[in-house]
């Protein structure tokens, strides 16, 4: 019989990383809902579809657009159909972070008041880019290490 030999935690049966993959999952459709919520998300009104021109601030501090807004909002959900097993969940979140981690590099390299700044991005979304993607690897790794995937 085929198992994954990740412990489960007794209380809802799931192994860590599907566990964690789920939370990371609910976050980023949290944080893509918050954008679109004046007050949580200053000077609404500024909130452009995409590009460097659009003011709007999640939390007064990350540049946000309703693209931007909408990409949160489908990474969680993709997120969340991939918890669902041991190794869509390890997959989410080490090729989610690497993902992150690109997205960090791009923040780096791109002008913020270019044309190719289609995300937006400002200097405190690059470096969360960075945290994300360093976390979500960490994760992806910590709660498999040792166990069979499946």
């Known amino acids: 019989m085929a198992h994954s030999r990740?412990?489960?935690?007794?209380a809802d049966g799931k192994a860590p990383v599907r566990r964690a993959a789920?939370?990371?999952s609910?976050?980023?459709v949290l944080i893509g809902l918050l954008g679109f919520v004046p007050g949580i998300t200053s000077n609404y009104a500024d909130l452009g579809f995409a590009g460097h021109k659009s003011d709007a601030m999640l939390?007064?501090?990350f540049q946000v657009s309703v693209l931007h807004n909408l990409v949160?909002?489908?990474?969680?959900?993709v997120g969340l159909v991939m918890a669902?097993?041991?190794?869509?969940?390890?997959?989410?979140?080490i090729g989610g972070g690497a993902i992150y981690l690109v997205l960090w590099l791009?923040?780096?390299?791109?002008?913020h008041d270019s044309g190719a700044n289609f995300i937006p991005l400002n200097d405190?979304?690059?470096?969360l880019h960075f945290v994300l993607g360093v976390g979500m690897i960490a994760l992806g790794l910590l709660t498999t290490r040792g166990t069979a995937r499946r």
């Open 72 to 77: 949160h909002l489908l990474f969680g959900v």
């Open 26 to 28: 609910w976050v980023f």
């Open 84 to 93: 669902r097993t041991t190794a869509g969940a390890r997959a989410y979140l």
């Open 22 to 24: 789920t939370i990371v």
């Open 124 to 127: 405190a979304v690059t470096w």
């Open 59 to 61: 939390l007064g501090v």
């Open 106 to 111: 791009y923040g780096l390299v791109v002008e």
């Open 6 to 10: 990740a412990r489960a935690n007794p």
